[in-house]
């Protein structure tokens, strides 16, 4: 089973910037499609963005212009590099490995423990 380990999250105040990372497990993580999730306290957990193994990528809407994941096969890593940051932003983010690379498309992996970020003044 593969696994994920997100790191790279903090506390900053808005209009910052955080890069996020994702380590993966396994040897065939070149091949995955894989997203980065978030989930805010009381609500449920979203989809922010996904990049295919050819590296086309797809974002929310609310992140979109803002926000751009990237992958580094090499090194089994995905990464979210987040700019222009703002409190709706605040967050536990996750990454996961998805099913296809449609907007809809499931993860299926396992859950890591995510990391916690943090947009206040």
């Known amino acids: 089973q593969v696994q994920f380990v997100e790191s790279g999250g903090g506390l900053v105040q808005p209009g910052g910037s955080l890069r996020l990372s994702c380590a993966a497990s396994?040897?065939?993580?070149?091949?995955?499609?894989m997203g980065w999730y978030r989930q805010a306290p009381g609500k449920q957990r979203e989809l922010v963005a996904g990049i295919t193994s050819g590296g086309t990528t797809i974002y929310a809407n609310s992140v979109k212009g803002r926000f751009t994941i990237s992958r580094d096969n090499a090194k089994n890593t995905v990464y979210l590099q987040m700019n222009s940051l703002k409190p709706e932003d605040t967050a536990v983010y996750y990454c996961?490995?998805?099913?296809?690379?449609?907007?809809?498309?499931?993860?299926?992996?396992?859950w890591g423990q995510g990391t916690q970020v943090t947009v206040s003044s």
């Open positions: 396994g040897s065939i993580f070149s091949l995955y499609v």
């Open positions: 996961n490995r998805r099913a296809g690379a449609q907007w809809s498309s499931a993860a299926i992996g396992s």
